[in-house]
């Protein structure tokens, strides 16, 4: 058996706008299990990063330790990987951020990683604004160690060995709210259709772009009982509202109908187009999201689509006032002035 993709293409198959192939996109074959949600979310990402035109040498994807941690492998082999200590993604990626902010930087956790050891990591990457898409492939459970219950599974949920969890959950899309993150959204895996726009509106974003995406663990988390099934999910995931990423180009005009629709722009120029289906929904109120996902909640639903965005979102270069060109590519003479620059700076400070 082996686990090496044919590099055998059609050669005709569609490119982008800038001459790739899908297939440019992909990574090694996945050794998740057959079905894992896990999967869909980085086919998602291949699609996105392909619709995206993004040059695959321009992205920087990050992970820390759980089978989430494991899929940069299988998506995107041509750009730049990290997989990091358990629960440290944020740390590194910051590190990464700060020598060099050209690059597009992509973290992908898992409720382990993200909601238990690396919990104070995921606050502080959140509290600095860093310039990056956070995205935690969600199922409840620690599937590495055969199907624990996480500290995301729902209160009174029930896992595959017959234990009902004790314990009430962390929700991360509301403590990512709390915490004042400028792009909050929620998806489900197997919703290819909200997936992939979020995904494109989160690394549009100039800013911490978080995503929490249910996805649900086939082997050890999607039985009766389990809130994070197949099953549950489709019965419980009211969205709030149908999403299309619109990026803006010179050369198209589009109009979009009012009343009930909201367009939300990014810094790059591009919008993501929010078709309500409540016409109380504000993306831009921060208030509103989080009294939606309490009310969520109470209701026993799992809310998914765009829930907050900050329009206006300053990131952590912007914060601290550091140079545009990036760090890890200035010279000996810009750090080191000479005594003469150090005088200076002395003299100024008596």
Not at 33 to 50: K, T
Not at 178 to 196: H, M, P, W
Not at 281 to 306: C, F, H, M, S, Y
């Amino acid at each position: 058996m082996t686990y090496i993709k044919s590099k055998i293409r059609h050669p005709k198959q569609p490119k982008n706008s800038i001459g790739y192939v899908k297939a440019d996109y992909e990574g090694a074959l996945s050794t998740l299990c057959a079905g894992c949600g896990h999967d869909s979310i980085s086919a998602a990402i291949i699609e996105a990063c392909y619709e995206m035109s993004i040059e695959p040498h321009r992205l920087a994807k990050v992970s820390g330790i759980g089978c989430s941690s494991k899929t940069p492998t299988y998506f995107l082999g041509n750009s730049h990987g990290f997989n990091s200590v358990h629960g440290r993604m944020p740390s590194i990626t910051t590190g990464a951020n700060m020598a060099n902010r050209d690059l597009i930087y992509l973290g992908v956790s898992g409720d382990g990683d993200t909601a238990s050891i690396g919990l104070g990591q995921f606050c502080h990457v959140i509290r600095r604004n860093l310039n990056m898409t956070y995205i935690v492939m969600n199922n409840g459970c620690y599937g590495l160690t055969k199907g624990q219950d996480s500290a995301t599974a729902d209160f009174g949920s029930v896992n595959k060995s017959g234990t009902e969890n004790p314990f009430p959950a962390i929700d991360l899309a509301g403590l990512a709210l709390e915490l004042g993150a400028t792009f909050v959204a929620r998806s489900f895996s197997g919703d290819k259709t909200q997936l992939i726009p979020l995904i494109k509106a989160a690394m549009s974003h100039r800013g911490f772009a978080f995503l929490d995406v249910i996805s649900p663990c086939v082997t050890f988390n999607n039985n009766m009982g389990s809130t994070k099934s197949y099953e549950y999910v489709r019965d419980h995931i009211p969205a709030t509202a149908a999403h299309e990423f619109v990026p803006q180009e010179e050369e198209i005009l589009i109009s979009y109908p009012g009343g009930s629709n909201t367009s939300v722009r990014l810094h790059d120029g591009s919008s993501i187009q929010l078709h309500k289906l409540n016409a109380n929904w504000n993306p831009i109120d921060r208030n509103t999201a989080v009294n939606r996902l309490q009310q969520a909640k109470i209701n026993g639903e799992i809310l998914t689509g765009l829930l907050f965005v900050d329009k206006d979102s300053r990131d952590l270069h912007e914060v601290i006032n550091s140079v545009d060109q990036p760090l890890n590519s200035l010279r000996k003479e810009l750090l080191c002035p000479g005594t003469s620059a150090l005088n200076k700076i002395n003299d100024g400070l008596r």
